[in-house]
């Protein structure tokens, strides 16, 4: 593999549409919080002016900007062209959270086929499931994040380290197990091969969403359970892997005896909570402003201001490009006069963050990737 590449500075945008007070709050910015989508297969003019305004600092891509491997790869590079720093992101987890699963994508399964496998020892004996399992744990992340990194992506926001309680819907199969240890140690596996592939890795959604039915993409989920019963299970993960996780992604749920705010707009739960009692360093993501479950922090503005004096570095506005985009545009512009007004404080710290989560190492051509041993091992060892 190359030497490491260092990302450069945020890139200046037009500041066309901006004030001048908002202008000149942007002038001098080196904090990127925004994470955008774009509509289709290929960039776009108002794509490529998104991209280069100052507050983006990465880009998510959906089943919709995929048609081929060839087309994904010409998109990032076309991305990487004009914003060699933004980071380049998708949902990508294996099961039924896989955008890219045609021409030679890996159909990874769901994460709950390993917690099975952690519970069939079989005649090997006692512990020989564990073993195993954790061994295609970190299969599974090594050819989730070398495929992706063989077309250009830079991230995928995994693990899910929510728990699988039986009631959630949208979480589900997403889920490791329901025991926190179980979950625990097959996420790091997931984690030591997406670092093998030279893939950060990205912790959700904390401090857990699979105790709710409710899905926080159609409602406001609310779990009415003791901050002492939510740190003894479902944010134990967490706790484990505090010098693990690169980034985490908090849960649009409301816990009512901790915060009256979703955790994603809670300093409480952020910065009292994940950083100050957990131990965690890295960067953290709001969950997609669009969603029902950040509708009570009000508009889409108002969410990621909200979101970033919480605790965020970083939030995500996803699925709003379509037919034009003016949700985007709109989200670019309240950003820009709210900082103008002093609503939000640009953070060097968060930026640093968002920059560590840049792979920095080349990464193989799907070709070369063909031919690796080491992929090759992976594929035998995923759960069938």
């Known amino acids: 593999m190359s030497k490491a590449i260092k990302a450069p500075k945020v890139a200046k945008a037009s500041k066309a549409r901006a004030t001048p007070s908002a202008a000149g709050a942007l002038a001098d910015l080196q904090h990127a919080p925004v994470v955008l989508d774009i509509a289709g297969l290929t960039l776009g003019d108002d794509d490529r002016r998104r991209l280069e305004h100052p507050l983006t600092g990465g880009l998510i891509l959906f089943a919709r900007n995929w048609e081929s491997r060839a087309q994904l790869t010409a998109l990032c590079a076309e991305i990487k062209a004009i914003r060699p720093d933004v980071l380049i ?94 979950a625990t140690v097959l996420a790091k596996g997931v984690m030591h091969g997406l670092l093998l592939a030279g893939m950060a890795n990205c912790g959700k959604h904390f401090p857990g969403h699979g105790f709710v039915k409710a899905d926080s993409h159609v409602a406001v989920p609310v779990d009415k359970r003791s901050l002492k019963a939510i740190l003894a299970d479902d944010a134990k993960p967490y706790e484990w892997l505090s010098t693990s996780l690169t980034s985490v992604m908090p849960a649009h749920v409301i816990y009512p005896k901790v915060d009256a705010a979703p955790a994603g707009f809670s300093s409480r739960w952020l910065q009292d909570i994940l950083r100050g009692q957990l131990g965690f360093t890295g960067a953290i993501f709001s969950d997609d402003l669009s969603m029902e479950g950040a509708s009570v922090a009000g508009s889409q503005t108002q969410g990621a201001i909200a979101a970033l004096n919480a605790g965020c570095d970083m939030v995500l506005l996803c699925n709003q490009s379509l037919n034009g985009g003016a949700p985007v545009d709109a989200l670019l512009d309240g950003l820009s006069e709210a900082l103008a007004r002093g609503e939000w404080t640009p953070s060097a710290d968060s930026e640093a963050r968002r920059i560590d989560l840049l792979p920095q190492t080349a990464p193989f051509t799907w070709d070369e990737l063909m031919h690796h041993a080491p992929y090759q091992q992976a594929l035998s060892k995923l759960p069938r």
Not at 107 to 123: I, Q
Not at 161 to 178: K, Q, T, Y
Request: aromatic content about 8%; overall charge negative.
């Open 89 to 182: 992101c998708v949902d990508h987890e294996g099961g039924r959270v896989q955008r890219f699963k045609t021409d030679g994508f890996t159909h990874v399964p769901a994460m709950r086929k390993l917690g099975e496998m952690w519970m069939k020892d079989g005649k090997a004996g006692e512990g020989a499931g564990a073993m195993a399992a954790t061994d295609a744990a970190t299969a599974c992340g090594y050819v989730l994040a070398s495929e992706l990194r063989a077309c250009g992506v830079d991230l995928t926001f995994t693990p899910v380290l929510d728990l699988d309680w039986g009631e959630s819907g949208v979480i589900g199969d997403r889920a490791f197990h329901s025991d926190p240890r179980v």
